[in-house]
């Protein structure tokens, strides 16, 4: 399985970004996640959604502002960002699931892209 995410960038708060994350050998995969890692701190659960799609699940701070969605013709998902504000800078990874059902937590999580910046500027 090889995850590549792209779409990074710099970013005015208040603007929006639109994240990918490019899938292959997905066959494993049952679900998607979006994490991040801000500068000295933890990496993070951002949102998550099953591979069908069906069932979805965001972290309180994004919820309303951010929304995961998948190609399924091209085994792409997406992160749509908007609103964004200062504090949602970070290197942003998208991972593949172990479960059917999404989760919030790093270690269900078995595969893991390279990850891309984003940097909201006040």
């Known amino acids: 399985v090889h995850l590549a995410e792209s779409g990074g960038g710099l970013v005015q708060a208040g603007g929006s970004l639109r994240l990918s994350c490019s899938a292959s050998?997905?066959?494993?995969?049952?679900?998607m996640g979006w994490f991040r890692q801000p500068p000295g701190q933890e990496r993070e659960f951002v949102a998550a959604?099953?591979?069908?799609?069906?069932?979805?699940l965001y972290a309180d701070s994004v919820k309303g502002r951010f929304t995961v969605s998948r190609d399924n013709t091209e085994d792409t998902v997406y992160l749509q960002m908007s609103s964004l504000k200062p504090e949602d800078t970070a290197v942003y990874y998208c991972?593949?699931?172990?479960?059917?059902?999404?989760?919030?937590?790093?270690?269900?999580?078995?595969?893991w892209g390279q990850g891309t910046r984003v940097t909201v500027s006040s």
């Open positions: 991972a593949g699931g172990k479960y059917y059902h999404p989760t919030t937590s790093l270690d269900d999580y078995v595969y």
């Open positions: 050998g997905t066959f494993t995969i049952k679900t």
């Open positions: 959604s099953s591979w069908s799609g069906g069932s979805t």
